[in-house]
């Protein structure tokens, strides 16, 4: 049977958090393995209100098939949310996906050959690196440094003929790390100067709780460029939600795409979530999981103070859903795994967000879906696990 498969399915593997996500099924196991929002915060008195209003009005129109750009009125509030940030986007040049990941699936489509080399951080946001290897690129990577990319890897890589840069500068997944406000205008030069696409991913971006906002490197570019969103972090990530804004040309593309994908979005799904924005404070909730979020960081930050041995360091994010450690070198975080299972406690290793393989002593830790006294057990957990390694 394996002759029967395209060339293309021995180069992509199963999601290595998604299998990971399997093991911590387990109700002992503390997890900070998944990227998973905290289901605490979910809005569900008030998406039930929004369905129910949703099919006692529009019921049947809920349920027909759509546009493949997407519920207009949607559209023209995610506009107007980003004119609140200080970005002004055309309702027209927003594309509604099926989650963020399906931005990613289709610009692949769109952009990738064979060989056309993809600039990625290092390390890179998995679920981009899954979706881009399908189509065989050449993954160059960068080193993401405290205040963003290394500006000298960036530059010769577009100079080696760099057909595009996905990045996400905004509590990046996995370290947590952001771009300061000088390393975006030096990178939108820098695109500018060489031509290279830029796809922005900016799910993480209304998740701040410490420092000042900053605007999006898209905001700096004159040349092409996308700018991803998502409702998954702020509002439901089961309704499988976001969007993608571009200039026409791309754009047109870009629904060709999505055409030959799922035809559109969930048309129900849509109408919910625009009730639900229509008659609900969204930025009251936003504020909410940035309160709550910060709480969680400041904890787990304290616990790995307090737990972890000498010699293990982490990342500061102002933001976001993850900080990332790194062990003493000669540490092996897959070999800290299967230990830390035993004790009860799970993470991702962080070798998986390293196209070339390295990053063997890292590890990606997420603090949205545990509340402070889980977090305490688990970092103790951890300490030990680490402490054992040590040994």
């Known amino acids: 049977m394996s002759d029967k498969f395209a060339r293309r399915m021995g180069t992509v593997h199963r999601s290595f958090i998604r299998e990971i996500l399997k093991v911590t099924a387990d109700p002992e196991i503390i997890s900070f393995a998944g990227g998973l929002p905290n289901p605490e915060l979910f809005p569900v008195s008030a998406m039930d209100k929004a369905s129910r209003e949703v099919f006692a009005e529009i019921g049947s129109s809920a349920l027909q098939y759509s546009t493949t750009e997407g519920d207009a009125g949607l559209r023209a509030i995610i506009a107007k949310r980003y004119e609140k940030r200080g970005l002004a986007v055309d309702p027209d040049s927003i594309l509604v996906t099926t989650g963020s990941q399906q931005i990613l699936d289709i610009c692949a489509k769109v952009f990738l ?51 595009c840069f996905y990045a996400v500068p905004n509590f990046q997944n996995p370290s947590g790390v952001s771009y300061s406000l000088e390393k975006r205008r030096q990178v939108a030069e820098l695109l500018d100067r060489y031509g290279v696409l830029f796809v922005e991913d900016d799910p993480y971006g209304e998740l701040r709780f410490m420092g000042d906002d900053l605007p999006s490197v898209y905001s700096f570019c004159k040349g092409e460029s996308l700018l991803c969103g998502s409702f998954s972090k702020i509002a439901a990530p089961g309704f499988r939600l976001g969007w993608v804004v571009a200039g026409k040309v791309v754009y047109d593309k870009l629904v060709i795409a999505k055409q030959a994908s799922d035809l559109h979005t969930s048309t129900v799904s849509q109408a919910i979530m625009r009730r639900y924005l229509e008659t609900n404070d969204i930025e009251a909730h936003v504020s909410l999981i940035r309160e709550r979020y910060g709480r969680q960081r400041e904890a787990m930050v304290e616990m790995i103070g307090r737990y972890f041995p000498e010699g293990v360091t982490i990342t500061a994010p102002e933001g976001g859903m993850f900080l990332w450690a790194t062990l003493p070198e000669n540490v092996s975080a897959m070999d800290l795994f299967d230990i830390a299972i035993k004790d009860k406690v799970a993470f991702v290793p962080g070798s998986p967000f390293y196209v070339d393989g390295s990053g063997e002593n890292t590890l990606r830790l997420n603090f949205s879906n545990s509340d402070e006294a889980r977090i305490e057990e688990g970092i103790k957990r951890l300490g030990k696990s680490i402490a054992t390694m040590l040994k």
């Open 113 to 163: 050959d064979r060989g056309d080399k993809v600039v990625i951080e290092r390390p890179g946001y998995l679920g981009a690196i899954q979706a881009f290897s399908f189509f065989e690129p050449e993954f160059v990577t960068v080193s993401l440094e405290d205040d963003g990319p290394n500006l000298e890897e960036l530059e010769a890589a577009f100079k080696d003929g760099a057909k």
